[in-house]
């Protein structure tokens, strides 16, 4: 199995000292420069030591948000492309649906692969809700506007004979013709991100990569989605490398203390809730069917919105933003407690969804501090991640495909 480290660098100096929303209205006069260099410096040195530890290293995007500094993958894993030597690097993920040119991404891609020497992995996804407004996109044409930037990067980083032009509904080129081509021939390997099942097939038809963040025992419908249309298209088996789980993860000498850790970093998800109403559903953003549905559930007196909620292992649902650290890992959102505590965590996880591959760990978050990340990490690595590679994923069976009306 294959872990990677993943922070959204975030500025957590302000989320006490300020009430109300953290994104898109919070201005940026709370921010002192200061600490926001010493924090990249203490995200960038995480990141660093993994290298170190045989750990690889995920980074994302957001913007306009003070709970993510990352403005830029691209940019961050330029510089860790040349300050580490060994380890992977991903990008999970280029908000495609929300930069105005697909080229230049495709650019950027080729420039850290060849920095890399090959190590990079390209993931790709739409954007969060809030920042189409900072994007000035359409929320209606998003999903659209994604496949088409998606094609378009392909296209680009696959093309060496000739240059090509592209007129399509969102994107137009005269001329498409990058310098450098990638390392990795055709591309460095693909990765899509999805919170439900109804990605899974068109991803696993794509033969990406598929990551899905904190969605706990829900994650393993949106894992058999695409181990169903990954058969039907004749391909065998998914591999278990296909797939990747993002979880919070302490790890300590003690339990008492992991869990201490795993509250801090766990303020990455008790912040997601401090966003302003009119951009937490953007008309459109969300496909109407799930609206209506949405909509249809709320007559129900025992209604629990499902897009805010997690799964127990006795079939009951918490809040994931206010659910105790207990309830974070009895839905596997959460792993953390010692190394053995942590190792049988990731094993009932594993088996529960038939296997996976790739362990997207959020080793630091919140106001987690810089020491207690390192020796978090270290432990990791030293006590846990060489016994992963012993997970069976036992007597699971895909569920068979549901039947046509």
Same mark, same amino acid.
């Given at each position: 199995?294959?872990?990677?480290?993943?922070?959204?660098?975030?500025?957590?100096?302000?989320?006490?000292?300020?009430?109300?929303?953290?994104?898109?209205?919070?201005?940026?006069?709370?921010?002192?420069?200061? $600490?926001?260099?010493?924090?990249?410096?203490?995200?960038?040195?995480?990141?660093?030591?993994?290298?170190?530890?045989?750990?690889?290293?995920?980074?994302? %995007?957001?913007?306009?948000?003070?709970? @993510?500094?990352?403005?830029?993958?691209?940019?961050?894993?330029?510089?860790?492309?040349?300050?580490?030597?060994?380890?992977?690097?991903?990008?999970?993920?280029?908000?495609?649906?929300?930069?105005?040119?697909?080229?230049?991404?495709?650019?950027?891609?080729?420039?850290?692969?060849?920095?890399?020497?090959?190590?990079?992995?390209?993931?790709?996804?739409?954007?969060?809700?809030?920042?189409?407004?900072?994007?000035?996109?359409?929320?209606?044409?998003?999903?659209?506007?994604?496949?088409?930037?998606?094609?378009?990067?392909?296209?680009?980083?696959?093309?060496?004979?000739?240059?090509?032009?592209?007129?399509?509904?969102?994107?137009?080129?005269?001329?498409?013709?990058?310098?450098?081509?990638?390392?990795?021939?055709?591309?460095?390997?693909?990765?899509?991100?999805?919170?439900?099942?109804?990605?899974? /097939?068109?991803?696993?038809?794509?033969?990406?990569?598929?990551?899905?963040?904190? @969605?706990?025992?829900? @994650?393993?419908?949106?894992?058999?989605?695409?181990?169903?249309?990954?058969?039907?298209?004749?391909?065998?088996?998914?591999?278990? %490398?296909?797939?990747?789980?993002?979880?919070?993860?302490?790890?300590?000498?003690?339990?008492?203390?992991?869990?201490?850790?795993?509250?801090?970093?766990?303020?990455?998800?008790?912040?997601?809730?401090?966003?302003?109403?009119?951009?937490?559903?953007?008309?459109?953003?969300?496909?109407?069917?799930?609206? /209506?549905? !949405?909509?249809?559930?709320?007559?129900?007196?025992?209604?629990?919105?499902?897009?805010?909620?997690?799964?127990?292992?006795?079939?009951?649902?918490?809040?994931?933003?206010?659910?105790?650290?207990?309830?974070?890992?009895?839905?596997?959102?959460?792993?953390?407690?010692?190394?053995?505590?942590?190792?049988?965590?990731?094993?009932?996880?594993?088996?529960? $969804?038939?296997?996976?591959?790739?362990?997207?760990?959020?080793?630091?978050?919140?106001?987690?501090?810089?020491?207690?990340?390192?020796?978090?990490?270290?432990?990791?690595?030293?006590?846990?991640?060489?016994?992963?590679? @012993?997970?069976?994923?036992?007597?699971? !069976?895909?569920?068979?495909?549901?039947?046509?009306?």
């Amino acid at each position: 199995m294959r872990v990677w480290q993943f922070t959204e660098q975030p500025y957590h100096p302000v989320w006490d000292e300020v009430p109300g929303p953290l994104k898109n209205i919070l201005p940026n006069r709370h921010i002192d420069h200061r $600490v926001a260099a010493d924090l990249y410096d203490q995200y960038m040195e995480q990141w660093q030591l993994c290298d170190e530890l045989g750990i690889n290293i995920l980074v994302n %995007e957001h913007h306009a948000t003070s709970t @993510s500094m990352s403005a830029s993958c691209t940019l961050t894993l330029a510089a860790l492309a040349r300050s580490t030597k060994h380890v992977r690097l991903m990008s999970l993920g280029i908000p495609i649906a929300n930069r105005p040119d697909p080229v230049r991404v495709a650019e950027e891609i080729a420039m850290i692969d060849c920095f890399s020497r090959g190590r990079f992995e390209m993931g790709f996804v739409r954007g969060a809700q809030y920042e189409v407004f900072a994007a000035i996109g359409d929320p209606v044409k998003q999903t659209r506007r994604f496949g088409e930037a998606y094609r378009l990067i392909l296209k680009t980083l696959t093309t060496h004979d000739a240059p090509f032009s592209w007129q399509g509904d969102f994107f137009q080129y005269r001329e498409v013709n990058i310098w450098p081509r990638c390392y990795q021939d055709p591309h460095p390997p693909v990765w899509m991100v999805a919170i439900g099942p109804g990605p899974g /097939a068109w991803i696993a038809e794509q033969r990406a990569h598929v990551g899905t963040f904190l @969605s706990g025992r829900d @994650s393993k419908k949106l894992f058999d989605a695409y181990r169903r249309r990954w058969t039907e298209l004749g391909w065998g088996s998914a591999p278990p %490398e296909q797939f990747g789980y993002m979880a919070m993860v302490a790890v300590a000498d003690t339990e008492e203390e992991a869990k201490r850790r795993a509250y801090q970093i766990a303020g990455y998800t008790r912040t997601q809730t401090r966003l302003a109403p009119q951009f937490t559903n953007p008309p459109g953003y969300t496909p109407a069917r799930f609206v /209506a549905m !949405e909509q249809r559930l709320q007559t129900n007196p025992n209604y629990v919105a499902q897009s805010r909620t997690i799964e127990r292992s006795d079939g009951s649902r918490v809040m994931l933003y206010n659910a105790t650290i207990d309830d974070l890992i009895d839905a596997h959102v959460v792993f953390a407690g010692t190394a053995d505590q942590v190792f049988e965590q990731l094993r009932a996880y594993h088996r529960y $969804v038939g296997g996976f591959g790739n362990l997207l760990m959020m080793g630091q978050g919140g106001d987690l501090s810089h020491a207690d990340t390192i020796d978090s990490l270290t432990r990791f690595s030293r006590d846990v991640l060489p016994r992963l590679d @012993s997970l069976d994923a036992g007597d699971y !069976e895909p569920p068979p495909a549901p039947r046509l009306a």
